[in-house]
């Protein structure tokens, strides 16, 4: 027997952070919300990319509708950001993102894709592309494997 179809989204959403200016706490914040929202995702069946551009963040989530849904709703309820906008919600044919919570930011290893993509000035004024926010991390995960060596699933 045929396994039952289910239903795959991504749903790609920008926000403003809410964390210290002090880079140090900063990093710790951060990495509370990695460890929470990766254990969360792992359990959901989710993979994820998190971009942070400033005090912006800009996410790409995937997984099976329901799922997204729910993980929307922890997300959206997550006091250390606030006007969480969605940008795009639709089916997908297949997984994008080989992670369960991934984060890009800029620095000088990937400041060259931030540049290209130029997100900063459409965050700003509150119209990011969803491609855009899409492509840049398509190319920072496409980066960060050929670095490890397995850029032939990336094609
Ligand atoms: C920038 C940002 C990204 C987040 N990404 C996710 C995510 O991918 N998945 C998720 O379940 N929660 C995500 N969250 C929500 C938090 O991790 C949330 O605290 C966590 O889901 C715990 O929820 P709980 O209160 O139900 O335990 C995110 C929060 C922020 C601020």
Redesign the pocket.
């Known amino acids: 027997m045929r396994a039952k179809r289910t239903s795959l989204v991504h749903l790609i959403y920008f926000?403003r952070?809410n964390l210290s200016s002090d880079p140090q706490l900063r990093a710790s914040q951060l990495g509370d919300?990695t460890r929470?929202?990766q254990k969360?995702?792992e359990f959901?069946v989710?993979t994820?990319f998190?971009l942070i551009e400033q005090n912006f963040?800009a996410?790409v989530?995937e997984g099976e509708r329901t799922s997204i849904q729910e993980?929307f709703n922890?997300?959206v309820?997550?006091q250390?950001?606030r006007d969480v906008q969605i940008c795009e919600w639709r089916e997908i044919a297949k997984r994008e993102f080989v992670h369960s919570?991934k984060t890009g930011l800029r620095n000088t290893a990937t400041e060259t894709l931030f540049n290209k993509a130029n997100l900063l000035p459409m965050l700003q004024r509150g119209t990011p592309k969803a491609s855009a926010i899409h492509g840049l991390a398509i190319g920072l995960q496409a980066d960060a494997m050929s670095k490890q060596g397995i850029d032939h699933l990336f094609i």
Do not use: G, P, T, V
């Open positions: 926000s952070l919300i929470q929202a969360k995702n959901a989710i994820s998190l963040a996410q989530i993980a922890r997300i309820e997550d250390r950001h919570f």
